[in-house]
């Protein structure tokens, strides 16, 4: 009874690491990005009103 | 469950979109907030868009990179595409299924009584065409006399935009009114014609045409929060195939691309414990989560 409340993993399941390395590989990219202040360009351009995004203009 | 997730999206939709003085300022939000990166599809020129569209971020990169190059800057959408990808391999096309505003608008127009349509399949991989071409590669090589790209999604394509910022805009600032053409005209049959495609079928865009669906749909198979079949519980009984918003049939395919993780296979249809959530291969919930709560009850 105690061992079926324990949370956790079974014996046979392993954890499965690709997902964690894949989003360590995105977190690298993204850590460039803000690095080459790339977010003060995004911020640049989504305050500004894109017409030709939104189909006017 | 299924109340739960429509408060997830309610209040991931709220997140995304918060700024409620725009009916007084007749503007978009200009905050700092901003800068954060959008889970699911939500156009950035929306009057009440707190955060920035992925899509509508990276091909502005894009676009601008050879002035960005020229100027010294590497901007090639590191940021923009590590963001995506740091919440696709942990999420994948789960956030499709809760934090995306336009997935949850169409599911609201579904439920809009009408004939219902199921989509044809072979329609699914037309939205990796739309990532690859208008999302990436004619922004990044169809330029003008001073070497910059256009959003072609946005510009040419995208009904979010058309519905959340080009209608809205267009009652708030009389001024832009003049300015509409053909281009808008266009827009606005393509958003039309998606609105009524979501009434009579189950999420059409996401289905066929959305480029942010498209790369969520690349981490299927390596996400971390994922949807397991147990395939010795499983009965192929198909009760599964009911439920799907995304016409997966998880028994045959569970790991389809498709699959939103919404959990109505789980908890609408399934009676035999084979479906579960894991993250990492860990068991989240399902059949050891539902026969521990069996156990507590029973003390």
Known sequence: MSENRKPGRKPDQTIDKAPLWLSLFFLALLLIGI????????LEQARQICLSCIGVG | MEFVRKWVQTVA???????????WTRNIYQGPLKVLCAPGLNCYSCPAATT????????????????????????????IVGAMGLMGGFLGRMICGWACPFGFCQELLHKLPSPKFEIPRGLRHLKFAILLLFVILLPLLA??????????FCK????????????????????????????????????????AWAVMASRPFCRVACPLGAF???????????????????????????????????????????CIACLACMHQACKFDAISLEFCGLPLTGARGKRLAATEKTG
């Open chain 2, 216 to 258: 969520y749909a690349l981490f299927g198979k390596v996400r971390a929060v994922r949807l397991r079949l147990d395939a010795h519980k499983c009965t192929n009984c198909n009760a599964c195939h009911q439920v799907c918003p995304m016409g997966v049939k998880f028994n045959e395919s569970p790991d389809d691309t498709e």
């Open chain 2, 143 to 152: 330029v003008d006399e001073f070497g910059l790209g256009s959003p072609w």
């Open chain 2, 13 to 23: 939709g709220f997140l995304m979109n918060g700024y409620w003085l725009f009916p």
């Open chain 1, 35 to 42: 690095a080459i202040d790339e977010p003060g360009r995004v």
């Open chain 2, 52 to 79: 920035c569209c992925p899509l509508g971020a990276l091909q502005q990169l894009l676009g601008g990179v050879r002035l960005a190059i020229a100027s010294g800057q590497y901007f090639f959408g590191w940021y």
């Open chain 2, 156 to 195: 040419y394509i995208c009904p979010a935009g058309t519905l959340e910022a080009g209608v809205p805009l267009l009652i708030l600032q009389p001024g832009l009114r003049e300015t509409i053409g053909f281009l808008f005209f266009s827009k606005f049959v393509i958003m039309t014609a998606f609105i």
